[in-house]
């Protein structure tokens, strides 16, 4: 599967942005969809996840503490696409945002238990 990210930019703080992530291929409502993020010479972070819609789980989403209350997270199957909504946004998060595709299941926060990446979405928040 490809990922495409987009929707980065520069905000202030306290704004919004939307980021989206569109998936190529037909079984994308079986992949645990993720978010991370990672600033240079760090490692990357965890954002957020959401589960696969044909599992029992299916709707279920997972956070990182640092953005939870925020930032949330979606899909639409009939488009192929995850959303990050980024509410509150903080200087702090300004990085580049990827997403990544899951086919095992489970909602995972590491980043070697996702198969497939996109290219990164900068997000600049401005204090």
């Known amino acids: 599967v490809q990922l495409q990210a987009y929707g980065g930019g520069l905000v202030q703080a306290g704004g919004s942005l939307r980021l989206s992530c569109a998936a190529s291929?037909?079984?994308?409502?079986?992949?645990?969809m993720g978010w991370f993020r990672q600033a240079p010479g760090k490692e990357r972070e965890f954002v957020a996840a959401?589960?696969?819609?044909?599992?029992?789980?299916?709707?279920?989403?997972y956070y990182a503490d640092s953005v939870k209350g925020r930032f949330t997270i979606s899909r639409d199957n009939a488009k192929n696409t995850v959303y990050l909504q980024m509410n509150s946004l903080k200087p702090e998060d300004t990085d580049v945002y990827y997403c990544?595709?899951?086919?095992?299941?489970?909602?995972?926060?590491?980043?070697?238990?996702?198969?497939?990446w996109g290219q990164g979405t900068l997000v600049t928040v401005s204090s």
């Open positions: 959401i589960a696969a819609t044909i599992a029992w789980t299916g709707g279920m989403t």
């Open positions: 990544a595709a899951r086919t095992g299941r489970g909602l995972k926060r590491t980043s070697n238990e996702y198969d497939y």
């Open positions: 291929g037909r079984t994308f409502s079986s992949y645990v």
